[in-house]
């Protein structure tokens, strides 16, 4: 009996065993079927709502130095409200990143294949227009462009002179998009020297006015900002397609429309023993060649003549500069192949078709609707900005920034034609800046690019030698009796870098893209 109730039990055990596991497997299949259900409601309910398209977009923050997370947020809310009710099915994830941390993380961000529309500049260092087109890292928009409102808020020649290879990767933002370099005297010396700053038709002729200046006892008679100013005082002879002023060895002869050796030509000679002329008669401070000047030094009384890059309202720079200051045009205006690119989005290459035409209509909506590029540029209404009217300019509509939680520019936001003047700006700033950049000459290398992929080591090391020699001799680091051998030792230096190498792939690529 005893061994008959054993196995009685046993087989009770068993059979519970063999239920429990059937439970087991039966609710694991019942789990896969609500997982699965699951899965179905889920892709049901991505199906309804397919054609909302996301896209990420990251973008620099200048204005503030740590952007507020939360107001970031409530502004990303608008503009996915305003979106919506214009009828727009995008909706945009917004990514404000400090400027000093910009590069680093948009460059991961871009590795990642986490953005689709991307904010950058010709002259950004390593995510810039010359380093994203080497690397295929943006969309190619020719073809999605035509016929769309955000082509047609720019003329044609803004899309041409910002294409690569025949190809539009980058949308330019509209603002002062032509080059120009002009003198900028403090208006103070003006009135006390009577100086005639019309009569200045070129470097030479300031010599008079430096002269009292360093009499009068001022610092810098002639402020260069730690800056080799070759480069942009001779854009009337010289296209510096690189731009960048540590590779002006090699540019584009306007006159012979050439590839040329610039440090080997009569005008860089001459501007070398000029600089090096004014450094020897005290016009020029020794602070610029160890690049010690303040960065305070133009907010000062300490300087009599610098240099401005042009812009349609000049008189910011009294603001900026905390005086008041007058310019007076050196060079002509240029559109050239990175002029037109100082601020500017490319859709990026991890995007499908869809997010690139959603990032156009986007843009679209941005580059044409003044509410739209307000609330973008400046924030929410009544938080971080206010409308007024300015009756001292014809009643204009004008904004007060006021936040120190949301803060951007036109120059890096959306077009100077639809987003609203600020408070110190005319009231006309639309039409200025067509003028402006409708007035310009246009060079013969416009829409040329430079990849320097193949001469990469050698273009970098040449570059390096320009901060020994060249750099020096443009700031006033080396005696008048000594600027010829310099330039023939700096000669002699690029050589030995690989510059013959560099020159002679330059010559192959502009021939090429002239043809």
């Not at 945009?92 to 590795?111: C, F, G």
């Amino acid at each position: 009996m005893k061994k008959l109730v054993a196995l009685l039990l046993v087989a009770v055990m068993a059979f519970s065993c063999l239920t429990a596991c059937s439970k087991e497997e039966g609710g694991s299949s019942s789990s896969s079927s609500s997982s699965s259900s699951s899965s179905s409601s889920s892709s049901s309910s991505s199906s309804a709502t397919d054609d909302v398209v996301k896209i990420s977009l990251y973008r620099d923050t200048f204005n503030l130095e740590n952007p507020d997370a939360a107001q970031l947020k409530k502004v990303q809310d608008k503009i996915n409200a305003y979106l919506k009710d214009k009828g727009y099915k995008i909706e945009v994830e917004i990514h404000d990143i400090p400027n000093s941390e910009y590069p680093e993380k948009a460059n991961l961000a871009l590795a990642n294949g986490e953005i689709n529309l991307l904010w950058t500049a010709s002259w950004q260092s390593t995510i810039g227009t010359n380093d994203l087109v080497p690397k295929n890292a943006c969309y190619d928009l020719t073809s999605l462009l035509a016929g769309t409102p955000l082509y047609n808020s720019m003329d044609a020649g803004q899309w041409e002179a910002t294409k690569y290879n025949g190809k539009n990767y980058f949308v330019p933002v509209y603002k002062d998009n032509v080059e120009g370099y002009d003198l900028m005297f403090r208006q103070a010396l003006i009135d006390q020297f009577g100086w005639n700053i019309s009569s200045v038709k070129k470097l030479a002729d300031l010599e008079p006015m430096l002269a009292q200046a360093k009499e009068a006892g001022i610092k810098y008679p002639f402020l260069l900002q730690k800056t080799a100013m070759f480069y942009r005082y001779y854009i009337d002879k010289f296209d510096f397609f690189t731009a960048d002023s540590a590779s002006n060895f090699v540019s584009v002869s306007k006159d012979s429309n050439s590839v040329v050796n610039t440090i080997q030509t009569a005008e860089y000679k001459e501007y070398c023993n000029l600089i090096a002329k004014w450094a020897e008669a005290g016009y020029i401070s020794e602070d610029e060649v160890t690049k010690s000047t303040p960065e305070t030094a133009t907010q000062s009384q300490d300087w009599a003549i610098s240099w401005w890059t042009d812009v349609p309202v000049n008189d910011e720079a009294d603001a900026r500069y905390e005086q008041d200051v007058t310019m007076q045009n050196y060079t002509n205006r240029w559109a050239h192949s990175t002029s037109a690119l100082g601020s500017c989005y490319c859709v990026t290459a991890n995007s499908n078709e869809a997010q690139a035409k959603a990032c156009i209509d986007f843009l679209g909506l941005l580059y044409t609707d003044s509410t739209f590029a307000d609330i973008y540029t400046f924030g929410i209404e009544g938080e971080d900005f206010t409308y007024i009217t300015d009756s001292a300019d014809g009643n204009a509509k004008k904004v007060k920034q006021s936040s120190d939680k949301y803060n951007h520019s036109m120059w890096e936001s959306a077009s100077a034609t639809v987003v609203t003047p600020v408070d110190n700006e005319p009231g006309n700033k639309a039409d200025l800046y067509k003028t402006f950049n409708g007035g310009a000459k246009t060079s013969p290398a416009a829409g040329f690019r430079f990849d320097k992929t193949p001469v990469d080591a050698e273009y970098t090391a040449c570059k390096n030698i320009f901060e020994e020699y060249g750099f020096p001799l443009e700031t006033g680091g080396i005696a008048v009796a000594d600027v010829d051998a310099t330039i023939a030792a700096y000669q002699a230096a690029l050589d030995a870098a690989g510059y013959q190498k560099v020159l002679a792939e330059f010559q192959k690529q502009y021939d090429a893209w002239k043809k």
